[in-house]
Nanobody, 114 residues
Framework: VQLQASGGGLVQPGGSLRVSCKVR????????LAWYRQAPGKQRELVAG???????NYADSVKGRFTVSRDNIWRTVYLQMNSLREEDTGVYYC?????????WGQGTLVTVSS
């Protein structure tokens, strides 16, 4: 199983960014996917998830600003981030499961700063 995240970068507060995660090695259409983030000095936390039927869930801190989506043809999960705040800074990781095991991408750094 391989997950390749991309799209991070530096953005000013109030700006937007979209991160992507290409997934290989699983039955993508049947997989639940999630985005986590880890800010400096903090624990990794769940940001958003999307099930195989497209049901989504979000952390309270990002509701109304972030949107998770998936493209089953391109085997990719996206996280559209709008109205970014400095506290959104961190490394963003995608995650999926196969069997009883979790699989993580390598992370992509998002820095929100003026």
């Amino acid at each position: 199983v391989q997950l390749q995240a991309s799209g991070g970068g530096l953005v000013q507060p109030g700006g937007s960014l979209r991160v992507s995660c290409k997934v290989r090695g699983i039955n993508f259409g049947m997989a639940a996917l999630a985005w986590y983030r880890q800010a400096p000095g903090k624990q990794r936390e769940l940001v958003a998830g999307i099930s195989s039927d497209g049901t989504t869930n979000y952390a309270d801190s990002v509701k109304g600003r972030f949107t998770v989506s998936r493209d089953n043809i391109w085997r990719t999960v996206y996280l559209q981030m709008n109205s970014l705040r400095e506290e959104d800074t961190g490394v963003y990781y995608c995650k999926t499961k196969r069997g009883g095991d979790d699989y993580w991408g390598q992370g992509t750094l998002v820095t929100v700063s003026s």
